[in-house]
């Protein structure tokens, strides 16, 4: 009688975590969607439809996939379901590419407390590295835990942004679609519907692997399935409340917040509580992976390698917020389209016997 209520438990907690994981910086803020499917007007709706599958597809293949095999890294997910000379390579890259993500995470909270608090922008950044650091540093379960407290503000929050927008799309009797200046490095709206969930669930491999290993393969589909679907509402309910704000909100470098505040002030408030949990929830997550990963090669202890990780994020958090969702992620996201191009094709193609 107990195993179905931990089962469904476990899936929660998987989809949770997936959807704080996911949900950083970039998307959160708005600058992610602004930037891959709001700029490019009508063409956007059908870019969030795609990019909603893909989302499903690939987060089914990692966190499923690590469920049964049981792995405690991600490099040993890759070992075991790709070649070793690209296992390595994409390791190497993976590891790098956590590191600027993390950066992002950490720059993007202290902008956040600096444009609508006054803080001083590097002295919230160290704030949130130091909470980083403490909630990484401990087992899987407070790493859970902490997306499972979290993740829910964010989803009201952002429900709450796209609620709004829907009653005034409907006044309209449409979504008013406008265009903007695309992202230079994803010119075409089917490509950023490609390389929007392939960067983010690229990035965020990692940390589900380590934390997937520990489940049921059941548990890992439903969480999967789970975690894709909420992310697909998000997804929508942003893009609405930014094009309803009209064109002249991709001149911020927080969109979200704006609108949000534009609404009403105790959403505006929600907003960057919501904002600050869903970069504390990733940046937790990616040096947890980072740190589990690591420990198969540096004798150190969990909580020195967690620490190690915050720390040569931090001079990377110098860079401004929009450059770094407009280059970095762009450049992740056509490599990890290769990689999951590979994968998939691997899975699609029988291996030969010996």
């Known amino acids: 009688m107990h195993k179905p209520v931990n089962h469904w438990m476990n899936?929660?907690?998987v989809g949770f975590t997936i959807v704080g994981t996911v949900i950083g910086a970039g998307f959160a803020s708005g600058q992610e969607i602004l930037q891959f499917f709001v700029a490019f007007g009508k063409q956007g709706l059908w870019g969030l439809f795609l990019a909603s599958l893909l989302f499903g597809v690939l987060t089914h293949l990692v966190v499923v996939?690590?469920?049964?095999?049981?792995?405690?890294?991600?490099l040993e997910l890759l070992m075991r379901t790709t070649s070793g000379w690209m296992a390595?390579?994409?390791?190497?890259?993976?590891?790098?590419f956590l590191v600027?993500?993390?950066?992002?995470?950490?720059?993007?909270?202290?902008?956040?407390?600096?444009?609508?608090?006054?803080?001083?922008?590097?002295?919230?950044?160290?704030?949130?590295?130091?909470?980083v650091v403490l909630v990484a540093s401990g087992p899987s379960?407070?790493?859970?835990?902490?997306?499972?407290?979290?993740v829910p503000v964010l989803i009201v929050t952002l429900c709450g942004l796209g609620g709004k927008a829907l009653g005034q799309a409907l006044k309209y009797s449409h979504v008013p679609t406008w265009k903007a200046a695309v992202n230079p490095y994803v010119t075409h709206w089917w490509m950023a519907a490609l390389i929007h969930p392939a960067y983010n669930i690229f990035l965020a491999m990692s940390g589900l692997s380590s934390i997937s290993g520990s489940v049921s393969p059941r548990s890992g589909v439903l969480g999967a399935w789970l975690g894709s679907g909420i992310?697909?509402?998000?997804?929508?309910?942003?893009?609405?409340?930014?094009?309803?704000?009209?064109?002249?909100?991709?001149?911020?470098?927080?969109?979200?917040?704006?609108?949000a505040q534009q609404t009403h002030p105790w959403l505006g408030w929600a907003s960057i509580l919501s904002m600050l949990a869903a970069m504390l929830t990733t940046a937790v997550v990616n040096v947890y992976g980072m740190a589990r990963r690591l420990a198969e090669e540096v004798p150190w202890r969990h909580s020195w390698l967690t620490a190690a990780i915050v720390a040569l994020s931090l001079p990377l958090s110098y860079f401004e917020f929009v450059v770094i969702v407009g280059?970095?992620?762009?450049?992740?996201?056509?490599?990890?389209?290769?990689?999951?191009?590979?994968?998939?094709?691997?899975?699609?193609?029988?291996?030969q016997p010996r």
């Not at 992310?231 to 917040?257: F, K, N």
């Open 327 to 351: 280059t970095a992620y762009s450049a992740i996201g056509y490599i990890a389209l290769v990689f999951f191009g590979y994968w998939l094709l691997k899975l699609a193609i029988p291996s």
């Open 100 to 131: 600027i993500s993390t950066a992002l995470m950490l720059t993007g909270a202290g902008t956040v407390l600096e444009q609508h608090s006054g803080f001083n922008r590097m002295l919230g950044t160290v704030l949130a590295a130091l909470i």
């Open 231 to 259: 992310i697909a509402l998000l997804l929508v309910c942003v893009s609405l409340a930014l094009w309803i704000a009209g064109p002249d909100i991709h001149r911020y470098p927080v969109p979200t917040l704006v609108v």
């Open 141 to 150: 379960t407070s790493v859970v835990r902490f997306n499972v407290i979290l």
């Open 88 to 96: 390595r390579a994409v390791d190497g890259m993976l590891l790098c």
């Open 11 to 13: 899936a929660i907690q």
């Open 65 to 74: 996939t690590a469920a049964e095999l049981r792995v405690r890294s991600h």
